[in-house]
């Protein structure tokens, strides 16, 4: 499975979803942040599930329309928390991040929003 990681998640969460075995890009790699929308075309184009903390990317897919493989959004967990969460996420709800799924997890919460239309996958 292949991951686009957001600036704001933290750096260290890359290395345990590598060690997990998945795919990992994180945009705190590039030279520059390119914002939102050349983020998440970024991570359609590549067939990246986007994991962020950034709520404006569920409006860019809802609102917007935006094309998107799916959108995990993890809310009020510490940084070195971070990558086990994802883990568990994509663990458990992976097939549906693969399908489209807008995602967001918080402490005692996981709400999932299954795509309305297909994805790229």
């Known amino acids: 499975m292949k991951i686009l990681l957001d600036t704001c998640v933290w750096g260290g969460a890359k290395k345990e979803l590598e060690i997990a075995g998945y795919n990992v ?35 860019l897919a809802i609102v917007k329309g935006a094309s998107h493989c799916g959108i995990l959004r993890l809310v009020n967990f510490s940084s070195k928390k971070q990558g086990s969460i ?8 992976g097939k549906d ?19 309305e239309k297909k994805s790229k996958t």
Do not use: M
């Not at 994802?86 to 709800?93: A, E, K, V």
């Open 25 to 59: 890009i994180w945009v705190g790699d590039w030279e520059v942040d390119p914002g939102d929308d050349e983020i998440l075309a970024y991570a359609y184009k590549e067939e990246r599930i986007l994991i962020t903390i950034d709520k404006d990317f569920g409006e």
């Open 86 to 93: 994802c883990l568990h996420i994509l663990n458990s709800h």
């Open 97 to 115: 991040l693969q399908k489209g799924a807008l995602i967001t997890a918080q402490p005692g919460l996981i709400r999932i929003r299954l795509s």
